[in-house]
Every structure is written in structure tokens, then in C-alpha cells.
């Protein structure tokens, strides 16, 4: 079992419709972050969440670190809203130093 | 602000060449620097995390004499993927710190091809 895991890992839905992908880990973690991917490949850090809940613009991300689970949502979706999403917690690494343990990743893609 | 440019973004090499991919943060002093791995459609695989000055960390399974990483500076770092083999063939994206926030940022990726 992956140590993040993310739900759904494939998601298509009507211009418009509110939407959520869901995350979940084992491993204590100090900061959680919700990446966006586009096709050619380049990450957009959209969130970064110790606690709570954060919002810009269309997007929400929230996160309940007693249950180990993250969500984001996305309001009144629209195609260029088309991407993958990544979930990846940072928690400590062997050396001291932290890392990053990535979910799989939810392929979303919104149809006009 | 915390741009971080990547370079090429695209390579094709030859079997038994090395190719270096090079990440520099613009605008803030990366005192770390992380290099990972995408396969497609796969997740991104942390292969190390260097600091400045110092030898890189590498993820257990990643080969050090084969992907050499430097860290010579606040604001590059570089990955050589020495005598390249089509298997590692790959996406490699770097993401830089300057260690004050717990944020970091990407650069933009480096597709390569290995014929």
C-alpha cells in the first residue's frame, strides 16, 4: 500500500460541476501540498497545508491531519482545469533533512 | 517571486553519452534541491536532495555514480545522467528551497530521450 493515496486516480466531468479529489496518508507528515500537472509536464505548486483549510480563487484545499486526509476542491470547473493533480506530503527523511512521498496523481479532465 | 528555470527542456542523446540537466532559482537562494523522476503516467520519484556545499542524498535504489548531482552554488544545481541507456529515458523535474518556508518550488522539466 502506497504510502499516499489518492482518489480518484481518473476523474471526467461537465464544464461546470463542482469537484473534489481526495488524498490520504500514512506517515506523519509536518506540511501537505496539492500540485497541479499539466500535459507538456510543469508543476504548479497550488497549495501548501499544515492545517485547516485554504482557498484561491476556484480552488479549496482542506485537510484533517487526526484523520491523515486532504481534499481539494474545485468550484464551477472549466476545461482549462484539465490537468493532473498531485498530493504529496513532506515528512522527515533518514538524513535529517525532510522529503516529499507523491500520490499517483488524479487525472482530471473537464469537457466543455 | 521563487522562479525556478530548468534547462533543456527537451534532449535527445545517443547510447553511452551523458547528458546534464541544470536547475537555477532566479530570484532566492536554494539551500536545498531536490531532483525526481516521472515515468509516464506514474507518480514523481524523489531521487535526491542536495545542499548546498554538500554531497547529495540519494533515494535508496538510485545509483549515485550514474546520476551525479552538484551543488555548487545557492542557486544551481546540476544532474548528469552518465553513459545514458534508453531506460532512462524519462521526465526528471528539480523543485528548490531557500529553507525558510516549508514551500518550495518547481522548475518546468526536462523530457529526455535516449536512442
Known amino acids: 500500500k502506497n504510502e499516499v493515496e489518492q482518489s480518484p486516480q481518473n476523474l471526467t466531468a461537465q464544464e461546470g460541476e463542482f469537484i473534489t479529489i481526495n488524498c490520504s496518508y500514512s506517515v506523519g507528515i509536518s506540511a501537505l501540498h496539492w500540485l497541479q500537472q499539466h500535459p507538456g509536464g510543469g508543476i504548479v505548486s497550488l497549495f501548501m497545508?499544515?492545517?485547516g483549510k485554504k482557498k484561491h480563487g476556484r480552488l479549496i484545499a482542506t485537510i484533517n491531519i487526526q484523520e491523515k486526509h486532504s481534499s481539494l476542491h474545485i468550484t464551477a470547473s472549466h476545461p482549462r482545469d484539465s490537468a493532473v493533480y498531485i498530493c504529496a506530503v513532506r515528512s522527515e527523511a533518514t538524513s535529517g533533512t525532510y522529503k516529499y512521498i507523491f500520490g499517483t496523481g488524479t487525472r482530471l479532465k473537464v469537457l466543455a | 517571486g521563487a522562479v525556478v528555470s530548468q534547462h533543456p527542456s527537451r534532449v535527445i542523446c545517443k547510447s553511452g553519452t551523458s547528458v546534464k540537466i541544470e536547475c537555477r532559482s532566479l530570484d532566492f537562494q536554494a539551500t536545498t534541491m531536490f531532483w525526481y523522476r516521472q515515468f509516464p503516467k506514474k507518480s514523481l520519484m524523489l531521487m535526491a536532495t542536495?545542499?548546498?556545499?554538500?554531497?547529495?542524498?540519494?533515494e535508496q535504489g538510485v545509483e549515485k555514480d550514474k546520476f551525479l548531482i552538484n551543488h555548487a552554488s545557492l542557486t544551481l544545481s546540476t544532474l548528469t545522467v552518465t553513459s545514458a541507456h534508453p531506460e532512462d529515458s524519462s521526465f526528471y523535474i528539480c523543485s528548490a528551497t531557500d529553507g525558510r518556508y516549508y514551500g518550495y518550488t518547481f522548475g518546468s522539466g526536462t523530457r529526455l530521450t535516449v536512442v
Open positions: 497545508l499544515s492545517s
Open positions: 542536495s545542499n548546498e556545499g554538500s554531497k547529495a542524498t540519494y
